[in-house]
């Protein structure tokens, strides 16, 4: 039996308009528990504002969430949805053992699971530096670190990736396809398709602030096939560049 904490969440028709430009445009899509959801888009498809939108922190113009079978207000988002934007440094003065520290007590996290995470990002060496004084690629390590010891059933992650090296980031994939093997469910906006394709289960496709695409790899090129031979694919083994600039 499915339970409200490992249930589906729905989004349905959010629609973002900042004065004349709509950011996103009745977009509708799923995320199913235990699942790494990747969203592709280019700059300003609207990734940013969607994320921003689900987590409550930007309010939608129209647009309902559902966790499962219940509608899902500003106050529920604050323990169901945990977001880390992208680009942030957060506590900058204080070292990154007293914030994860601090995120454990704070939200209620698993105080076991804090060495492993530890270890598995390889954040030892940085635990007595302030937050501010790591380079890009080490705060997005420690940032994930963050994430990852939230309570939260869904975790939101603008580019989990950006700031690492090829090492990095296939090191960081496997970290997160181990907690979402755990049963963690991840949403992540991801710009370099190549990353996405190898970390993720399912994709939504967001071009000009609309959905032009939801599923597996497998899936998204049946739909793209299904729009006429002259928006499909190549035949043969698609990657996920080739299906999204045919669908979008």
Same mark, same amino acid.
């Given at each position: ?14 629609? $973002? ?11 509708? +899509?799923?995320? %199913? ?11 300003? =498809?609207? $990734?940013?504002? *969607? +994320?921003?939108?689900?987590a409550?922190? @930007? ?5 309902t969430?559902?966790?499962? #079978?219940?509608?899902?207000?500003l ?6 949805? &945990? ?10 003065? !204080?070292? *990154?053992?007293?914030?994860?520290? &601090? ?6 996290g698993? =105080?076991?699971?804090? #060495? ?12 007595? =530096? ?5 380079? $890009?690629?080490?705060?997005? %390590? ?5 994430? @990852?010891?939230?309570p939260?059933p &869904?975790?939101l992650? #603008? ?32 710009? !370099? ?8 289960? %399912?994709?939504? @496709?967001l ?10 790899? !497998?899936?998204? $090129? ?9 928006? =499909? ?13 045919? *669908?979008?």
């Amino acid at each position: 039996m499915t339970t409200r904490e490992n249930s589906a969440l729905r989004a349905d028709g959010f629609t $973002k308009t900042y004065r004349r430009v709509r950011a996103l445009d009745g977009v509708s +899509f799923g995320v %199913r528990p235990g699942e790494v959801l990747g969203l592709i888009g280019p700059n300003g =498809a609207g $990734k940013t504002t *969607l +994320f921003e939108c689900l987590a409550g922190v @930007l309010p939608l113009d129209a647009g309902t969430l559902r966790h499962g #079978d219940r509608l899902v207000s500003l106050t529920d988002r604050a323990s169901l949805i &945990f977001y880390m934007p992208d680009g942030i440094a957060p506590w900058s003065a !204080q070292r *990154l053992r007293w914030a994860l520290d &601090f995120t454990i007590g704070f939200f209620g996290g698993e =105080a076991e699971g804090r #060495d492993a995470v530890v270890r598995e990002l390889d954040l030892a060496p940085l635990l007595d =530096a302030p937050i501010g004084t790591l380079s $890009k690629g080490q705060r997005k %390590r420690a940032l994930l670190g963050i994430g @990852l010891l939230t309570p939260h059933p &869904f975790l939101l992650v #603008d580019e989990p990736f950006d700031g690492l090296d090829l090492r990095q980031t296939r090191e960081v994939a496997g970290v997160l396809r181990a907690h979402a093997s755990a049963g963690r469910t991840l949403f992540l906006s991801i710009h !370099q398709i190549a990353d996405a394709e190898r970390v993720c289960d %399912r994709f939504v @496709l967001l071009s000009g602030g609309r959905v032009r695409g939801e599923g597996t790899l !497998q899936e998204l $090129k049946g739909q793209a096939s299904d729009r006429g031979p002259e928006r =499909a694919a190549p035949p043969g083994p698609a990657n996920l560049e080739e299906v999204f600039l045919a *669908l979008t």
